[in-house]
């Protein structure tokens, strides 16, 4: 499961409030629900959030990008390390992880048009998952601002929709995520 917003530019949100938080969950009904809980009543917004049964198949790993003062998120991450299903929550870093999204951008392109739009997509490190005579489908991966970059980019053609996923994350080196 992903879902992500994009209704706020990267560009207008100060760059000490955007925040990763890797969870680790047992894979039980109901647990994405009572983590959503402490983030609302904490006022604060979840502004992309990617769930997926890990390895073992007993556990789920959830990343959730929030937008917030950090001291409330301090709270917040307290509260969940509270709640029975979570085994661990804790706030990543640049420093001390990778994170990538992902993005599928479908254009309206011409014949014409074409050559320049794989050009941009090559530019991007990105691939053609799809094309037909009168549109193609891009799949871009990487940080937030390249994700961004390509949509501006492409932007110069009409683009039919997007769909993005949310940050993913993993910790550096031999640390577990």
């Known amino acids: 499961m992903s879902i992500t917003t994009t209704d706020t530019p990267a560009a207008i949100i100060p760059s000490g ?6 969870i680790l969950v047992n ?12 983030f609302s009543r904490r006022a604060f917004n979840i502004d992309s959030l990617v769930v997926s049964q890990g390895r073992d198949p007993r556990f789920s790993r959830m990343t959730i990008g929030v937008v ?13 390390n509270k709640l029975i299903d979570v085994i661990h929550c804790f706030e990543h870093t640049s420093n001390n992880s990778v994170t990538k999204e992902m993005i599928l951008i479908k254009i309206l392109c011409s014949s014409d ?18 094309l037909t005579p009168s549109s193609m489908v891009v799949m871009i991966t990487g ?31 031999e640390q577990p995520t």
């Open 17 to 22: 409030s955007i925040h990763t938080l890797s």
């Open 27 to 38: 894979n039980a009904p109901g647990v994405l629900m009572r983590i959503c809980q402490v």
């Open 68 to 80: 917030g003062d950090p001291s409330g998120l301090e709270q917040i991450i307290m509260q969940v």
């Open 113 to 130: 048009e074409r050559s320049t739009a794989l050009q941009i997509t090559e530019h991007f490190g990105g691939k053609t998952v799809d």
């Open 143 to 173: 940080d937030s601002l390249k994700v961004d970059a390509a949509v501006a980019m492409f932007s110069q053609y009409e683009i039919i929709e997007t769909v993005r996923t949310g940050k993913v994350v993993m910790a550096r080196g």
